[in-house]
């Protein structure tokens, strides 16, 4: 169980990471070799989107169906 919640961890801050990576890349390279950090960048903000998106999905289903079920237990 410990093992697992370590696992969370470590990949929540995965996408953060990535992103802060490529942008030290940017900062420290010069010319040309600046496109190699863009992949970097675009995958991370994609996952913290996606992320971001999936959560706020799930929130909004988790409320919708503890409404319903206060509807139904009122008389």
Known sequence: ???RQV???VLALSSPLLIGL???VLLQRQGTDRVQAIPAL???SGLLVTSTLS???RRRKL???L?????HEQP
């Open 63 to 65: 409320l919708a169906a």
């Open 55 to 57: 959560w706020r999905r």
């Open 1 to 3: 169980m410990k093992q």
């Open 42 to 44: 675009l995958i991370g």
């Open 67 to 71: 409404r319903h079920d206060e509807a």
């Open 7 to 9: 696992l969370q961890g």
């Open 22 to 24: 490529a942008l030290v």
